[in-house]
């Protein structure tokens, strides 16, 4: 089974949660694809990126939370590589079967992602919108790997997670 991070992260570099996440799985020999980093100026090559997709059996897509969704290339890069006749119709069987772990990181606390939080919305409630694509292309998601407080997370228990997420990857 061949796992594969495509990581959206406008800043690897300056990322600390994604960073250590990206890294301790690259440490394992899971391969981390980082999109901004391929298409700096946003043209992404569709072509390359479906059979980056053919070529994966688990697709992990891992993100920081950006204003309630996901950062704005990752939403262009779903837009253009989900293609009918490819992703989804007749003909379009690419995806069937293939599994999906959606890895997020986010500024705020769990605590403020509950319905009487102070955002009034759960992170699954959230993530819906991305799980939905399951019912046109046979998508399979996985129960989403989920880091919250990143801003007030220490150094060791950031470390922590980043094992921890190593280990969801390495379960098939
Ligand atoms: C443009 C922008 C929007 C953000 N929106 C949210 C948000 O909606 N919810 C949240 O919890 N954090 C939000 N954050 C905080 C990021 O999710 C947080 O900084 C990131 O997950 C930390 O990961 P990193 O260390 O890899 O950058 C936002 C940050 C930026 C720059």
């Known amino acids: 089974m061949t796992t594969r991070i495509f990581l959206f992260h ?3 570099d300056q990322s600390r949660a994604n960073k250590a996440m990206a890294q301790a799985a690259a440490e394992q020999g899971i391969e981390v694809r980082n999109l901004y980093a391929l298409y700096p100026d946003g043209k992404i090559d569709v072509k390359k990126e479906q059979a980056a997709l053919t070529a994966t059996d688990r697709i992990v897509l891992q993100f920081p939370m950006y204003w309630y969704s996901m950062p704005s290339l990752m939403k262009e890069w779903l837009d253009q590589i989900l293609e009918y006749g490819w992703a989804y119709g007749s003909s379009g069987d690419a995806l069937q079967g293939k599994q999906v772990l959606l890895a997020v990181t ?8 509950t319905a009487n939080g102070r955002f009034h919305v759960t992170t699954q409630e959230l993530l819906k919108p991305i799980e939905t694509i399951k019912y046109h292309t046979g998508l399979v998601f996985e129960e989403p790997f989920v880091l919250s407080g990143v801003l007030n997370l220490s150094n060791e228990k950031l470390a922590q997670e980043a094992a921890n997420y190593v280990g969801c990857l390495q379960e098939s």
């Open 10 to 12: 406008p800043n690897p």
């Open 106 to 113: 986010q500024g705020a606390g769990a605590q403020d992602y």
